[in-house]
């Protein structure tokens, strides 16, 4: 018998997929094709990366990955997870479950040194701890105390963006934050690992600079099974599952210091709940087992929690009264939400809305109104045939909610930070059949943020996609979105290509190395007029790019041919522009170096080729004493607020 085995048929039971279950199984081989071989013998480290979506499903991956670690023989599996107690227990439950061939040890097992050490030369263990300075300390200390160098060691990392990461990295003194601290001791003690990180939002990963030892070294992408509903649903171009609201009603939710907030409750937040109703009724009337769920998440202060919770107290009576009165407003307040879903749900507009409401008025009696934040012990259980979540941080990261039909979110930073608010994307997860009940209840600014991050989100992964190897792993931004917190980048670290912005290199190479690529940027220019532009495919920018030849010696680092032309492809996509301009100048006397946003253009070239489209302009250099001639290109991408951010 064998691990993976195991982990697979009950995968096999959970999903119910067999073509699913046989796709993890393949990510997680290709993970194992990439790591450190645990049986080789010598010193050899490696960290990777497995980029899954949120509410995907990463644990299977997860899960699959240890068990053909185990298999192909590491010793020690050690998983980090979260420091919020339910989803440790959430972790620490499915990893007992998934191996059953493992001594699985927890956090509660971590004092007792001699017991653990007793149980690490044992037999292959799966560790599961938090990412909690001192439960780290505690391990560290234990297998320095055993000795136990010579183990090999599958370390997996989840959600590693979050806690990780040094976030004293933004002083550059050499300091470590007190956790990575503890993860780096970790690392270094076992002479043969693999540390795998598993994340949905690598920004803060990719943007560590090339040979900083957290960012990742492979990167493998783990796919959703076809019931999953993301980005694309809720913000592609022709979804129609998100609502907009008043970024005003806001306020009336999160009153702060009030001595008496209002208890009259937003028409956006009482057209959320309506749909929610009406959506979970008709689920509960087709299957009697059916509880669903209603998330608001606003604000992090825990007034204004409590706030909400007594409004929707008061949504509850007032629903109830409403219906059995049979009053007028709130009838025809259902039905607008009864039509409304009715036009995404097919089956939902052949239902009687009469009888929805009937069964409206016998259940809401049972409207659960839960607050789960850090004064709350309540869980996400739904347990009732409404559920009605109410919180801040505790319902962001890692959190499902099962049978998530509306969603009412207003978390409105001045400055979002992109993965941040891709982990508050609650609502995703595999609900394809219910999809056309899904609602998402946003102000218009934050519609216009998550459209940003979707967008965002394809354009890295399908840059992953094309390009395995780590070289360029630039993240594509819109609307002043920044893609993670400061403080756990390097400063100076971070690239920008604007939109509107011009680049070059601060000088090119003009001896005997360049003749051929001169030569073959000639070849591709032929039937390019001189000082005159013209319309080429994107592609064969990127790869006119390629041949030009920086002088790296003056590089600001601004200029990086391979970043230019992966963000050059990256826009193309995004904004569905196959082509570009190029413009030619054969003979040019420049001589001097240049900044690198500085422009190496004069006599109004650049007033001649539109704005519409990204363009190339290469000036060719003359031909002097000692002197090749070589072209220097200049990148200049349409007008914007949109920007590409890269690791320096």
Same mark, same amino acid.
Request: one cysteine or more.
């Given at each position: 018998m064998n691990h993976?085995?195991?982990?697979? !048929?009950?995968?096999?039971?959970?999903?119910?997929? !067999?073509? !699913?279950?046989?796709?993890?199984?393949?990510? &997680?081989?290709?993970?194992?094709?990439?790591?450190?071989?645990?049986?080789?013998?010598?010193?050899?480290? %490696?960290?990777?990366?497995?980029?899954?979506? *949120?509410?995907?499903?990463?644990?299977?991956?997860?899960?699959?990955?240890?068990? #053909?670690?185990?298999? +192909?023989?590491?010793?020690? %599996? #050690?998983?980090?997870?979260?420091?919020?107690?339910?989803?440790?227990?959430?972790?620490?439950?499915? #990893?007992?479950?998934?191996?059953?061939?493992?001594?699985?040890?927890?956090?509660?097992?971590?004092?007792?040194? +001699?017991?653990?050490?007793?149980?690490?030369?044992?037999?292959? /263990?799966? #560790?599961?701890?938090?990412?909690?300075?001192?439960?780290?300390? =505690?391990?560290?200390?234990?297998?320095?105390?055993?000795?136990?160098?010579?183990?090999? /060691?599958?370390?997996?990392? =989840?959600?590693?963006?979050?806690?990780?990461?040094?976030?004293? !990295?933004?002083? &550059?003194?050499?300091?470590?934050?007190?956790?990575?601290?503890?993860?780096?001791?970790?690392?270094?003690?076992?002479?043969?690992?693999?540390?795998?990180?598993?994340?949905?939002?690598?920004?803060?990963l990719f943007l560590q600079t090339p040979t900083h030892d957290f960012r990742p070294k492979f990167t493998v992408l783990s796919h959703p099974g076809s019931d999953y509903v993301g980005g694309n649903d809720f913000f592609g171009d022709d979804t129609n599952l998100v609502r907009e609201f008043d970024i005003n009603d806001i306020a009336v939710l999160a009153p702060g210091p009030q001595p008496a907030p209002t208890l009259q409750i937003p028409k956006s937040l009482e057209?959320?709940? $309506? @749909?929610?109703?009406?959506? &979970?009724?008709?689920?509960?009337?087709?299957?009697?087992?059916?509880? /669903?769920?209603?998330?608001?998440?606003?604000?992090?202060?825990?007034?204004?929690?409590?706030?909400?919770?007594?409004?929707?107290?008061?949504?509850?009576?007032?629903?109830?009264?409403?219906?059995?009165?049979?009053?007028?407003?709130?009838?025809?307040?259902?039905?607008?939400?009864?039509?409304?879903? @009715?036009?995404?749900? @097919? =089956?939902?507009?052949?239902?009687?809305? +009469?009888?929805?409401?009937?069964?409206?008025?016998?259940?809401?009696?049972?409207?659960? *109104?839960?607050?789960?934040?850090?004064?709350? $012990?309540?869980?996400? &259980?739904?347990?009732?045939?409404?559920n009605l979540f109410v919180g801040g941080n505790k319902l962001g990261r890692g959190v499902t909610i099962k049978n998530l039909l509306v969603s009412y979110y207003g978390r409105h930073p001045q400055k979002p930070q992109a993965d941040t608010v891709l982990q508050h994307a609650r609502m995703y997860g595999y609900r394809r059949k219910d999809i056309g009940l899904l609602r998402l209840f946003l102000p218009p600014v934050l519609h216009v943020v998550f459209r940003a991050i979707n967008n965002m989100e394809n354009g890295l992964r399908d840059l992953i996609a094309r390009h395995p190897t780590e070289e360029f792993r630039g993240v594509y931004l819109e609307n002043n979105l920044n893609p993670t917190r400061r403080n756990v980048l390097a400063p100076g670290a971070i690239g920008i290509y604007s939109g509107g912005g011009i680049y070059n290199p601060a000088q090119v190479v003009r001896d005997d190395s360049v003749k051929s690529a001169t030569e073959k940027i000639n070849d591709i220019l032929k039937n390019v007029s001189n000082k005159q532009f013209s319309e080429i495919p994107v592609e064969m920018l990127k790869e006119i790019i390629a041949l030009t030849m920086p002088d790296q010696r003056v590089s600001e680092k601004i200029w990086d041919p391979v970043a230019v032309g992966e963000s050059l492809v990256k826009f193309s996509i995004l904004h569905n522009q196959e082509n570009g301009y190029v413009y030619v100048d054969r003979d040019r006397g420049i001589k001097e170096n240049r900044r690198e946003t500085q422009g190496i253009l004069d006599g109004g070239e650049a007033g001649k080729v539109p704005g519409d489209k990204i363009t190339l302009f290469l000036l060719r250099t003359q031909t002097g004493e000692g002197q090749e001639a070589s072209w220097w290109p200049q990148i200049r991408f349409p007008s914007g607020r949109y920007a590409f951010a890269f690791a320096v």
């Open positions: 993976i085995d195991q982990v697979i !048929e009950l995968l096999k039971k959970q999903i119910g997929n !067999e073509e !699913e279950v046989k796709d993890i199984r393949n990510t &997680a081989k290709e993970v194992a094709e990439k790591w450190v071989n645990p049986l080789s013998g010598g010193k050899e480290d %490696i960290n990777g990366l497995i980029y899954g979506l *949120v509410q995907s499903g990463k644990t299977g991956v997860l899960s699959a990955t240890g068990a #053909i670690g185990a298999d +192909e023989g590491y010793k020690t %599996i #050690i998983i980090l997870t979260s420091d919020i107690d339910p989803l440790y227990q959430q972790t620490l439950g499915r #990893i007992q479950e998934s191996f059953p061939g493992m001594d699985v040890i927890g956090k509660k097992d971590f004092k007792d040194s +001699e017991a653990f050490l007793r149980r690490i030369k044992g037999s292959t /263990c799966a #560790i599961v701890t938090t990412k909690n300075v001192r439960m780290l300390t =505690d391990i560290n200390e234990n297998f320095r105390l055993g000795r136990l160098k010579g183990l090999s /060691c599958l370390i997996i990392d =989840d959600e590693a963006d979050q806690a990780s990461l040094n976030t004293r !990295e933004r002083l &550059a003194d050499g300091t470590r934050s007190a956790i990575n601290e503890q993860i780096s001791q970790l690392r270094n003690f076992f002479e043969k690992n693999t540390y795998l990180q598993v994340t949905a939002t690598p920004q803060a057209r959320a709940l $309506d @749909s929610f109703m009406i959506g &979970a009724t008709y689920k509960r009337k087709k299957e009697a087992d059916q509880n /669903c769920a209603f998330l608001c998440h606003v604000s992090l202060r825990r007034d204004d929690h409590k706030h909400i919770v007594n409004l929707l107290r008061q949504y509850k009576m007032d629903l109830s009264d409403g219906v059995k009165n049979n009053h007028r407003a709130t009838i025809e307040r259902l039905r607008e939400a009864y039509e409304d879903l @009715s036009s995404t749900h @097919s =089956d939902l507009k052949n239902s009687n809305f +009469e009888d929805l409401v009937k069964a409206i008025g016998f259940f809401s009696p049972g409207i659960s *109104v839960k607050l789960v934040n850090g004064d709350s $012990d309540e869980d996400v &259980a739904v347990k009732s045939p409404y």
